[in-house]
């Protein structure tokens, strides 16, 4: 059974950063890619950055870009999403989320991903 579980979430000031972790279990780490979602209270959940299995390559949204990084390790089988400089409107449940598909165009939505973490909690205040 796949489990994603994601950490790392809290109360910031803005300027802060945090780490987002997920780990996965019960899949073969090195063949998904892995995504971090978002979705802020009354909006639809969102596209954030996500990396591609194997090289690794990353992609970021627009939004995020510059200020949030991804990793994984395939050692431990998690992914991180690192955000700096959080703004306000960063606030918002963070979830991660695994798929087998490598196509770019297909990565930022949701219905590609078959496995999804429970969600993790960023609040930043201004």
């Known amino acids: 059974q796949v489990h994603l579980l994601e950490s790392g979430g809290g109360l910031v000031q803005t300027g802060d950063s945090l780490r987002l972790a997920c780990l996965a279990s019960?899949?073969?780490?090195?063949?998904?890619?892995m995504t971090w979602f978002r979705q802020a209270p009354g909006k639809e959940r969102e596209f954030v950055a996500t990396?591609?299995?194997?090289?690794?390559?990353?992609y970021l949204s627009d939004s995020v870009k510059g200020r949030f990084t991804i990793s994984r390790d395939s050692v431990k089988n998690t992914v991180y999403l690192h955000m700096n400089n959080l703004q306000p409107e960063d606030t918002a449940v963070y979830y991660c989320a695994a798929t087998s598909t490598v196509i770019t165009s297909a990565l930022r939505s949701q219905a590609s991903y078959a496995y999804w973490g429970q969600g993790t909690q960023v609040t930043v205040s201004s």
């Open positions: 990396i591609h299995r194997g090289v690794g390559r990353p």
């Open positions: 019960g899949l073969t780490f090195s063949r998904v890619t």
